[in-house]
């Protein structure tokens, strides 16, 4: 039976996460809450089946790969330039409140200052499947807010590199068990960690820059998707594991920094589809993993340090981050969008307190308590996320951003969408009917601007969105999105808040057709029938003169 642990961890852990996962559901909890419980389940702190503990981590280390790769193929090395300016000041900032904070609960427990620096240390780093998670349901990963999110946390990403290069070097120091001492003691270990990280920041972007986006076009031109899929899973996890292993950085930063090199070619969105369904069920399984590390005790046993913990972690480092946003002139959304993201810890957080407690820098106790404030705090993320949504709108309104344009009272259309099949509906409609564009993203909503449409920045998928374009009113309604979920849902919305309006909508197959309709479409088109059309239109409209002669 030991042979096949990894089979049985994989199907427990995706088995039980589907299961409380689809019950969560149905209870209108996050399903996050459910992938937890799947893991507390198969852990060793509850009765029954015990999944591998020494497996599901690793397993769990390749959904954060996967993510991270994904996070890179939507930025360029201009996007992390340009927010390194608040996103470096900001991560020291925040990562110095919430150790000084956990420092102080570390001495009021009668803890030492190595105990209190390493505790407050896990603190104050998030988890990047948590953040990426809740920026992505939000379509907020491509926006200014979500870009500086992520510039952060590869910030706080660093910082964690360094703090697991050096903690060893200084435990000694904080009164913790001191390892031999390695060549130039502590500021070798620091010089050596830099220079290797520098080393692989300028490997990847000389070398790998050239090289990565060569192989994937080679690769493509063999006309085998096949190939190409297994190519890009080779580049993101063979330059993860490369880089942890030749360079000591995390897997995570060095499958961000593939994907940011991947971004650069044009295949770049093909590659992030093909790592898509992996990397979902990886990451299910990254909740599970914490699960199991989670022993429930420690919440009766301790139950007011938990309190204080999570209270670093939720108001603490929020307040911090909410701040120094402001002091950087941003405006409320952002600052507000910022300190949801990262008011949770994770997985840098368990290994730093796994190494705190192999020093014994860090009792025992406070690992729980990490533990313990990290299944917490993510539980409480999707809440903080929709207090946000909420606060949000009135708050666009008030703090002088650019206010939403009054939705014309008058007959006129509503657009959902501003990309290759939204931009030319509109421009077809110029001059036909009074417009108000719904868009999403960032730098598509400026291009509806610039264009002179009314515009509504925001996804669609929330009534709050469609009712600000003055959907009570309109005549027409044209869902321009790509995915049949998502029009779907507008549909249902819109059909609901307005039973006149003739809506039409964008659609891929029969079924999607059935089932937009079913919500109320008017018409769904498919794009593939639409394609054929236009073919025949271009082909001559009888048989050539030979033929017909005959
Ligand atoms: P394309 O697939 O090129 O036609 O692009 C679709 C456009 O629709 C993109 O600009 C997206 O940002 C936008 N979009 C997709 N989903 C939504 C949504 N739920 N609400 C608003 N805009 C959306």
Do not use: C
């Not at 600052?335 to 997985?347: F, K």
């Not at 236009?534 to 048989?543: I, S, T, V």
């Amino acid at each position: 039976m030991h042979h096949t642990s990894l089979i049985a961890t994989i199907v427990a852990g995706l088995g039980l996460a589907f299961i409380f996962g689809a019950v969560a559901n149905r209870l209108k909890l996050p399903v996050l809450v459910g992938y937890l419980l799947a893991g507390v389940i198969v852990g060793p702190f509850t009765p029954g089946y015990v999944a591998d503990q020494e497996l599901a981590p690793q397993l769990a280390e390749i959904g954060v790969i996967l993510l991270m790769f994904g996070v890179g193929l939507h930025f360029s090395v201009k996007d992390l330039m340009a927010v390194r300016k608040i996103a470096i000041p900001g991560a020291a900032v925040q990562i110095a409140v919430a150790t000084a904070m956990g420092v102080g609960l570390a001495s009021m427990l009668g803890w030492t200052l190595g105990a209190g620096i390493v505790f407050g240390l896990a603190l104050s780093v998030a988890s990047t499947v948590v953040l990426l998670r809740a920026l992505e349901e939000r379509r907020l990963i491509d926006t200014d807010r979500g870009r500086i999110a992520v510039g952060w946390l590869i910030v706080e990403d660093l910082a964690m590199v360094l703090a697991l290069v050096l903690l060893p070097a200084l435990s000694g120091m904080l009164g913790g068990e001191a390892p031999p001492p390695g060549p130039g003691g502590v500021a070798g270990a620091f010089a050596i960690t830099i220079g290797k990280v520098a080393a692989f920041v300028v490997i990847m972007l000389v070398v790998g820059r050239r090289v990565i986006p060569w192989i994937l076009h080679r690769i493509a031109h063999t006309g085998s998707r096949e190939l190409f899929r297994l190519g890009v899973l080779a580049i993101a996890l063979g330059v993860a594991f490369g880089s942890a292993a030749l360079f000591g950085v995390s897997f995570a930063l060095g499958a961000f920094f593939a994907g940011m090199i991947m971004a650069e070619s044009e295949l770049s969105q093909q590659a992030a589809n093909e790592t898509l369904p992996l990397r979902d069920a990886f990451a299910v399984l990254f909740f599970v993993s914490i699960g199991m590390l989670f022993d429930p005790t420690v919440l009766l046993r301790e139950p007011l340090a938990v309190a204080a913990t999570l209270a670093i972690i939720v108001i603490g480092k929020s307040l911090a981050a909410y701040v120094i946003v402001l002091a950087f002139k941003r405006p409320q959304s952002v600052a507000l969008t910022i300190s949801a993201s990262l008011a949770q810890i994770g997985e840098f957080s368990f290994i730093l307190a796994g190494l705190g407690v192999s020093l014994k820098l860090l009792p025992p106790d406070g690992r729980d308590l990490i533990l313990a404030g990290a299944i917490l705090s993510i539980l409480v993320n999707p809440l903080l996320f929709a207090v946000l949504d909420k606060v949000l709108p009135r708050l666009v309104g008030r703090s002088g951003e650019p206010a939403a344009p009054v939705a014309a009272a008058q007959p006129h259309g509503v657009l959902v969408g501003y990309g290759r099949v939204g931009k030319a509906v509109a421009q077809g409609l110029k001059d036909r009917m009074l417009l108000v564009v719904i868009e999403d993203e960032g730098e598509r909503a400026d291009a509806v601007r610039a264009a002179g449409f009314e515009m509504i920045q925001g996804n669609a998928v929330r009534p709050e969105v469609l009712m600000k374009a003055g959907l009570a009113e309109a005549t027409h309604l044209f869902v321009a999105v790509p995915s049949p979920f998502e029009a779907a849902r507008i549909i249902e919305q819109a059909r609901a808040a307005n039973p006149q309006v003739k809506i039409i909508a964008r659609a891929y197959t029969d079924n999607d057709v059935d089932l937009l309709t079913q919500m109320g479409a008017t018409h769904a088109l498919i794009g593939e029938q639409e394609i054929a059309r236009g073919m025949l239109a271009l082909a001559p409209r009888k048989k050539a003169a030979a033929v017909a002669a005959h």
